[in-house]
């Protein structure tokens, strides 16, 4: 049997709304502990949360969404809304959060 051939099907896995926080939370380089301060829950409730043992509140995941920057209908459904702006054309440069107790900068870096 070849390594090459198909099988008859293949698994698609499905992503959860666990998933998409984990991954909101990764690519907007959050911590835990920042996510648990920001949002007044504790870090115990975001490994929940972010692992799959408990489901946010409807309120909690509008304020994780914020928080991350990323679309709220993406995070509960995983679909984006209508709404959400095209990409902006690359720079070649990645994008950085810096956090200050004043609010979050959006700086580029080399």
């Known amino acids: 049997m070849s390594l090459l051939a198909s099988p008859p099907s293949r698994r698609v896995p499905a992503f959860d709304l666990a998933d998409r926080m984990r991954k909101a939370a990764r690519e907007a380089d959050l911590s835990n502990g920042y996510l648990a301060e920001t949002l007044h829950v504790s870090e115990s409730t975001i490994s929940g949360w972010l692992n799959g043992a408990h489901?946010?509140?409807?309120l909690a995941q509008m304020m994780f969404a914020a928080v991350c920057d990323v679309d709220e209908e993406?995070?509960?459904t995983g679909?984006?809304?209508?709404a959400v702006a095209?990409?902006?054309a690359s720079t070649g440069r990645r994008m950085t959060r810096s956090r200050t107790r004043?609010?979050?900068n959006h700086r580029p870096v080399d």
């Open 74 to 76: 993406w995070l509960v």
């Open 86 to 88: 095209p990409p902006l």
């Open 102 to 104: 004043s609010g979050a």
């Open 55 to 58: 489901r946010p509140p409807k």
């Open 79 to 82: 679909t984006p809304s209508s």
